[in-house]
């Protein structure tokens, strides 16, 4: 196994952490902004106003990228699965 081996597996593995968690800190951060300004304009400063937002995103997220976000994860796994025996011999 060579270092150029290595350096690619980490920069997939990055790649696949990146396009799965993406959609989700990307709509969190866009509600958190939102509710944020949202409290600062009417100084509404309850900690749940907040978190119940970005928990129904998320969720809502889920529901409708879940099996996208799944299916690149097993493809990743698959390739990982079937490229051992190269990296072995």
């Avoid at 980490?10 to 396009?19: D, E």
């Amino acid at each position: 196994m060579t270092p150029e081996t290595i350096v690619t597996l980490g920069q997939q593995a990055l790649k696949v952490t990146a396009l799965v968690s993406g959609p989700l800190l990307l709509g969190a951060l866009v509600v958190g902004i939102l509710v944020g300004m949202f409290q600062a304009v009417t100084s509404i400063n309850e900690m749940t106003l907040s978190f119940i937002p970005k928990l129904m995103v998320v969720a809502a997220i889920l529901m409708f990228a879940g099996s996208w976000m799944l299916d690149v994860m097993v493809s990743y796994m698959h390739q990982v699965f079937e490229s051992i025996p190269n990296l072995i011999g």
